[in-house]
């Protein structure tokens, strides 16, 4: 059973990057997709991109201010998103799968405000 | 781009009564790659159905799915209380891209 946990500020400055880092256990990272999405409150959800072998995806609609990467020594994989602004404002979740998101972090908050 | 058109936006229901949502796809979309979540207040989406039609590990067999091409459909027979959420579909067909429906909240009469 995969677990991952996502982990980084709450807290982010308009204009500013987003850095968020997703933990595995129960799965390696060098191997499967490994995705974030994300969800404004009160709203659905949305693709950001994923990972795979260190080949990347984005949404077409974020991919000029998006960067994933996987660290295997850590069996991490991140998420930075740059000159974020209000509407970056969301619940993010990392998740894992190769066509379906079968597994799925908890979740974290990350305002942009100043 | 795929887009993903589910309907209807929310829905009614009792306790006990079926449900019929449906995700309508701007281009033909390979079942293996339609998926359907559920989503709780305050919780991540779980997987409910993937390959279009095939339950995902301990999801109930009221749940199911069917449909093919742009058309896809997830029936809900006789509703429990812990039933009532938010439900989304899912494309990975368009890889790389993937993109979800904008969910249909199934609430309670």
């Known amino acids: 059973q995969v677990q991952l946990l996502e982990s980084g500020p709450g807290l982010v400055k308009p204009s500013e990057t987003l850095s968020l880092t997703c933990t595995v256990s129960g799965g390696s990272v060098s191997r499967d997709y490994w995705s974030w999405v994300r969800q404004p409150a009160g709203k659905g959800l949305e693709w950001i991109g994923h990972?795979?072998?260190?080949?990347?995806y984005y949404s077409p609609s974020l991919w000029s201010r998006v960067t994933m990467s996987v660290d295997t020594s850590r069996n991490q994989f991140s998420l930075e998103m740059s000159s974020v602004t209000a509407a970056d404002t969301a619940v993010y979740y990392c998740a894992s799968g190769p066509w379906s998101l079968d597994y799925w972090g908890q979740g974290t908050l990350v305002t942009v405000a100043s | 781009e795929i887009v993903l058109t589910q309907s209807p936006g929310t829905l009614s229901l009792s306790p006990g009564e079926g449900a019929t949502l449906s995700c309508r796809a701007s281009?033909?979309?390979?079942?293996?790659?339609l998926t359907w979540y559920q989503q709780k207040p305050g919780q991540a989406p779980r997987l409910l159905i993937y390959?279009?039609?095939k339950r995902a590990t301990g999801i109930p067999d009221r749940f199911s799915g069917s449909g093919s091409g742009t058309d896809f459909t997830l029936t809900i027979k006789r509703l429990e209380p812990e039933d009532f959420a938010v439900y989304y579909c899912q494309q990975s067909g368009s890889s790389p891209t993937w993109t979800f429906g904008q969910g249909t909240k199934v609430e309670i009469k």
């Open positions: 390959s279009a039609s």
């Open positions: 281009q033909s979309v390979s079942s293996r790659y």
């Open positions: 990972i795979y072998s260190s080949v990347t």
